[in-house]
Every structure is written in structure tokens, then in C-alpha cells.
Nanobody
């Protein structure tokens, strides 16, 4: 099992910055990748950014490229999301995700979510 705990959300004005953190515990040695998803009211959950264990494969949603940066802890027990130039449309609950592969099956783990609100 993997446990994920997010922190760092809050209220910020448009153009501002926030840094989200996700602490992982449990069977972290078998995690293949970690990432951030978000879900706005009335919308489906979407991928924001994802990074693999080696740190050489990073994916971003088109809407956040150039503004958000994902990074990981060298010990692979945490992942971070630096969010700059925030926009109102970035308002959502942000979830940390971790993926493990066991017997050719991917298992996903989720944090409880942290609210990010961008508003003046």
C-alpha cells in the first residue's frame, strides 16, 4: 500500500504562485511514477503533471506548460508542484497520485486532495 498526503493549497490572487507538496509513505520502493491531477466543480479529473521515478519522463497538460513545474524528492518519497502565473481556471481540488505496477497491472493511489482557489 501507498499513502499520500498533500499540502500547500490555498487562496491566491491571479498571477500569484503556490507550491504543492505530496508526501508518500508505505511501499514507495515499488512506485513507478507520481503526479498531480485536478478536478474543478462539474468537470472530470484531469492530469496536470506526472514524473517517473528516474525523473527523465515528465508530462504536463497543455494548459499548464510553461507555468507549472513538477519535481520529485531524490528519495522518491515526495513530489512537488510549483505553480506560477496562476489563473482563475486553475481553481480546483488538486490530488496527488502514485502508480505501482504489480503483475502487469497498474495500481493507482490517491491523496485526499488540497483546494487551490485563484481569485481576486
Amino acid at each position: 500500500q501507498v499513502q499520500l498526503v498533500e499540502s500547500g493549497g490555498g487562496l491566491v490572487q491571479p498571477g500569484g504562485s503556490l507550491r504543492l507538496s505530496c508526501a508518500a509513505s508505505g511501499s514507495i520502493s515499488s512506485i513507478y511514477d507520481m503526479g498531480w491531477y485536478r478536478q474543478a466543480p462539474g468537470k472530470q479529473r484531469e492530469l496536470v503533471a506526472r514524473i517517473n521515478r528516474r525523473g527523465n519522463i515528465i508530462n504536463y497538460a497543455e494548459s499548464v506548460k510553461g507555468r507549472f513545474t513538477i519535481s520529485r524528492d531524490d528519495a522518491w518519497n515526495g513530489v512537488y508542484l510549483q505553480m506560477n502565473t496562476l489563473k482563475a481556471e486553475d481553481t480546483a481540488v488538486y490530488y496527488c497520485n502514485a502508480g505501482r505496477w504489480l503483475l502487469n497491472t497498474r495500481h493507482d493511489y490517491w491523496g485526499q486532495g488540497t483546494q487551490v482557489t485563484v481569485s481576486s
